[in-house]
C-alpha cells in the first residue's frame, strides 16, 4: 500500500530565495525531564521559551544541540537523514555537560514529530532546500551553585531552509586560526555544546570580513595537525594513482578533538563502496605545504561538501590542488556529493537505510 502524500510546500513561502536564516513556521516540539523522567512532550507554537533566570544553560552553558535535514523526496514522501546518528551524538555531549539523556527513540519522535507538524515548510523536491532541525538540549531548573540543573529541557525547532548552493559550487578561500584555540586536549571539541562556537564567531567573522569563507583549526597541543573547520569536518582526496587503482584515497584527520559528522561518516561510507581507500589518520598541515590532496573539503549538514581552493596561514597562501580543482569542484567530490544528494532527495536507491521513513512523520495538528 501507497503512503498518503504529505501536503504540498506552502505557497506563503518563496522557495526560490530561502537562505539559511529564521522563518516562522507553526511551532516546535518541547519535552520536559523533572524527577527522573522524560514527559509526554507538546508542540508550542510560541517561538519564545520561558526559562529560570537560574538556569544552568543561561550561567554555565548548560546546553548542546543538533543540526539535521529533512527533504521532500521525488516519490513525494518527506524523510529525515539520519537521525539516529545525531541522537547518539547528542548522547555523547548531553553526558558531557552533565545532562539528562534523551533516549534514542525520544530524539527521533521528537524530529518527526516536530516535521508532522511543519510538513507545508518542507521546501518542494528538486529545490535543493530542506526543513534544518534544531534539536536543543538546556538545564533549564533553577541551580546557582555548579551542579547540574534539576530540570531539563528538549526542543526541537525546524527552519526551512534554501539550496547552499543556489549560483553552484564554487571552492572557496579558507584561513588557518592560530591565535586561538578552539578545543582543548581532553576537552569538549568532540562534543556539540554552544559554549564551543561563541568564542569562534570573532575570529570567522574577522576572516570573512577579509574574504575567507572558512577558518581552519589546528590542534591545540602542537598546531602542527589539522583538527576541522570553525563549523564542518576536513575531508581531503588525494591524487588518484595506480597504486589504489587509480581512485584517489578518501582521507578525513583523526582526532579526539573533533565533531564526529554525520556528513563524513556518510562520505565514508560511500566512498567505501566507490572502491576508494579510507585514510583516518592524523594529518600533519605539512600535508598540505606539500600539496598532497587533489581536492580538500569542508563537510556538513548545511552544504554536504564546500570545496576549499586556498589555505592561508601566517600570510604563506597554499593552492590546493590543480587550476581545475581550484575553478570548480574536483571529480571527486563531485561524486560523492551527487551520490549523497541523489540518496537525500530519493533519486537514489538508499541502500544504507539513511532515509528514515515516512511513518512518523503522517501530517498531524496538535
Ligand atoms: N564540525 C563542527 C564544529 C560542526 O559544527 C559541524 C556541524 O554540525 C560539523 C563538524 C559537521 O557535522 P555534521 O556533518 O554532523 O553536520
Redesign the pocket.
Known sequence: MTAALPPAPTSAIDWDNLGFKWVDTNGHVKYIYSNGKWDQGEFVKDSYIKMHVCAPALNYGQECFE?IKAFRCKDGQVRIFRPDANARRMLYSADLACMASVPEELFIEACERAVANNLEFVPPYGSGGALYLRPLLLGTGPEIGLYPAPEFTFLVMVIPVGNFYKSGVKPVDCLVVDSFDRAAPLGTGAA?LGGNYAPVLKHSSAAKEKGYAITLHLDSKTHSNID?F????FVALTYASPEHGNNPVFCAPESPS??N????QSLVQLAKSFGWSVDNQVVPFTDILNNRFEEVAA???AAVITPVKTIERAGVTTEIGTAKTREAIGSGFHRLFTAMRGIQNGDLEDPYGWMQPAQGIAPRQE
Do not use: A, D, R
Not at 230 to 233: D, I, L
Not at 261 to 264: F, L
Open positions: 543540526g556539540k576541522e570553525s563549523t564542518s569536518n573533533i565533531l559528522s554525520v556528513t563524513k563537510c556538513g549538514t
